[in-house]
C-alpha cells in the first residue's frame, strides 16, 4: 500500500476583510500570489471571523444596550479561565440575543445553544481580531448555506470540485483548550461512518463514527495561527466523501445528548 | 510572508503488534521501507492501540466475569447510537474497572472517567482490531511516560528530536462523531497559550489556549483510517512548542469542570 499524505497550506496576503468583500475573490488572488493552485479534492478551510465580517455579521459595540442579566453575568466572569466575552457587558448581551439557550453559566464561563444548535462559549461572539476596536463578530446565519456559496463561486472561478469548511474555535467539557471545528461545510460528508463496516479480524466496528469535517478543521488551525493572518487553509490529499450533510449532521440531537 | 505548509504521512506496513514487540524499530522499520526519513520536529502520532497491544494493555475476555451492574449495563445498552462495548457484559466489566468513576450511565452509553483522569466511554476499552476475538484493550497504564519512552528511543535510533503523540478516537458532548485526541504527549507542549498576546488590532487574546495536541492527533487520523492498517502517522512541519506538560495538561480539573 502506498504511503498516504496530506497536505496541509496556510494561505497568507489575505487583507483585513470588510463587510460586502467577495471573499473567494480575495481568496484566490492570495493562492495565486503565493502559487497556491486549486486542484479538484482540495478542502478550502475558512475561519468563522472572515466571514462573519464579510457577510457583514458584524455588531457596533456602541450600540449594545446590556440588559441585567448581561450586567450580572459580565460582574461575576471574574475569576474563571475564560473569562465570559472579556468581562465587556455589551458582549454579554450580544452572547445572550444569539442563543436559544443557556447550557452552563458559572465559574466565568457562558456557555450557550446557537441558533444553530451549537454549543459553545458566548454564543461564538467574539471581539478579536476585527479591525475597530469597539465591534465584535456573530456567527454567520446559516453557516452551511455560507460554505454552499463559496463552494460554488470558487468553482465557478476555477472550474475545481472543492470541499469548504467554515470553522470557529470551541472548547471542549473534560479537556483544557479550544480546538477549531467546522460550523459550515458544503462538497464533503461531515461523518465518515465505519459502522457495519468488518476491521482486520472480521470484526465488525459499530461504533466508529468518525466526525471527518472536525478533524479538517482542526488539522487547518496548524497552519492558521491567531497572530499571524492566516485566515484560510487548504487541505489537499484529503479522500473527502461527497455529502451534503452539512455542519448541521455535526449537531447532536438534545433529546440524545446527555450533557445538554 | 511564507506560505506555511504542514504535511500528513500516513505509515503504511507495520505488522499485527503484540505484547513485547518493540514499536519503535516495527515504526523505523516501515518508515525505510515507505521511504519516510524522520527530521527533527517530526510529531510522531501512534494509536493508542497499537501502544496498548505492545505494552501487554490486552484482556482475554474468557478471563472476565462480569459483575451483575455490568450485566444490567449490558442489557441496557440496546438502542443508543453507541452501543455501551457492543453489549458485551464483558468488556463493560472491564470498562467499569478501568474507571475511577462514572459520568453518565444512559441511552445505551457509559461514559466514565479512566485513572488518568479521561472522561470518555467505556474507559477506553475497545474490542476492534485486537488481533484474536476474545480479547480487548484498556488504554496504557500511563500514556505520557508510554510517549516519553517512544520518543526517547526514536531518538536513540535516528539521532532525531521528535515529538510524540499517543492518540485515542473520543465522543464529544453536543456533537456528533468521535475525533482523535491526544491521551499521551512528549516533546512538545500539549497548549499552545496566546493569552496576554496581541491581536492585529492590538486587543490582547483573553481567552484563547489552542490544544494544539488534540489537532495535532485529529490531523493524523485523517491519513491513518480504521480499516487501512495505518496505526502511526508522522506530522512534518509543525512549529512545535518544546514542553513536558504531557497529555495530563489537557485534562480540566474537576474543580472546575462544568460537565463532570
Redesign the interface.
Known amino acids: 500500500?502506498?504511503?498516504?499524505?496530506?497536505?496541509?497550506?496556510?494561505?497568507?496576503?489575505l487583507p483585513?476583510i470588510t463587510p460586502g468583500d467577495d471573499l473567494t475573490r480575495l481568496f484566490l488572488d492570495a493562492c495565486r500570489r503565493?502559487?497556491?493552485s486549486i486542484v479538484d479534492g482540495d478542502v478550502v478551510v475558512f475561519t468563522q471571523k472572515i466571514v462573519s465580517k464579510a457577510e457583514g455579521c458584524v455588531v457596533r459595540l456602541s450600540d449594545v444596550e446590556p440588559s441585567m442579566l448581561a450586567h450580572t453575568i459580565a460582574e461575576r466572569g471574574e475569576g474563571g479561565?475564560?473569562?465570559t466575552c472579556?468581562k465587556d457587558p455589551r458582549l454579554v448581551e450580544l452572547a445572550l440575543r444569539e442563543a436559544r439557550r443557556i447550557v452552563?453559566m458559572?465559574?466565568g464561563?457562558l456557555?450557550t445553544e446557537t441558533r444553530h444548535g451549537?454549543?459553545c462559549?458566548n454564543s461564538g461572539v467574539d471581539?478579536?481580531?476585527?479591525?475597530?476596536?469597539d465591534v465584535a463578530t456573530t456567527l454567520p446565519r446559516d453557516p452551511d448555506s455560507s460554505a454552499q456559496r463559496l463552494r460554488d463561486a470558487i468553482g465557478v472561478a476555477t472550474e475545481k470540485r472543492v470541499g469548504v469548511i467554515i470553522s470557529d474555535?470551541f472548547g471542549?467539557?473534560?479537556?483544557?483548550?479550544?480546538?477549531?471545528?467546522a460550523i459550515g461545510i458544503a462538497g464533503l460528508s461531515?461523518?465518515?461512518d465505519?459502522r457495519g463496516?468488518?476491521?482486520?479480524?472480521g470484526?465488525s466496528?459499530?461504533?466508529?463514527?468518525?466526525?471527518?469535517a472536525?478533524?479538517?478543521a482542526?488539522?487547518a488551525?496548524?497552519?492558521m495561527?491567531?497572530?499571524?493572518?492566516?485566515p484560510v487553509a487548504v487541505?489537499r490529499g484529503?479522500d473527502l466523501v461527497p455529502g451534503a450533510d452539512g455542519a448541521r449532521?455535526?449537531?447532536?440531537d438534545a433529546a440524545?445528548?446527555?450533557?445538554?
Chains 1, 2 share one sequence.
Open positions: 500500500m502506498a504511503t498516504k499524505r496530506i497536505e496541509l497550506i496556510g494561505v497568507t496576503g483585513e503565493e502559487n497556491v479561565s475564560k473569562p472579556g452552563r458559572d465559574h464561563v456557555i451549537f454549543v462559549a471581539a478579536s481580531n476585527v479591525g475597530a476596536d474555535t471542549r467539557p473534560w479537556r483544557e483548550g479550544v480546538v477549531n471545528v461531515a461523518l465518515c465505519y463496516r468488518v476491521d482486520n479480524d470484526r466496528l459499530t461504533s466508529t463514527v468518525i466526525a471527518v472536525d478533524e479538517l482542526g488539522a488551525e496548524l497552519v495561527g491567531k497572530l499571524e493572518r492566516i487541505v484529503f449532521a455535526l449537531v447532536r440524545r445528548d446527555l450533557f445538554r
